[in-house]
């Protein structure tokens, strides 16, 4: 069985749904710390330009997330599991008027889901 690099929680897809309802469709990209900080930032779909040097993970509740290829050097061992908390959301990011915000949880693989990982 394939494993994915990039999941999400329920709560985290279902307001995705909600902000795909609202704005159409989406795009994630994992920020690296600046503005606002190390948090998955959500556009709308091509809002955000992606990169030469930006690796496309997978995709959660049908959109695609990206991180920056320096960054996912470091976190490669890690599974991301996107999650949604209350609280203020990044100043660019969609869910950030909602009350809302997207954070990053993440755990190391294990040496047998590092076989499987999807491409």
Sequence with gaps: MKVEKV?????ALAFIDQLKEKHGPLMFHQSGGCCDGSSPMCFQDGEFLVGENDVHLGKIGSMPFYMSKDQYDYWKH????IDVVDGRGGMFSLEGPEGKRFLTRSRMFTEEEKNNLQQ
């Design 7 to 11: 999941t999400a929680t329920d709560a």
């Design 78 to 81: 890690t599974q991301l599991i």
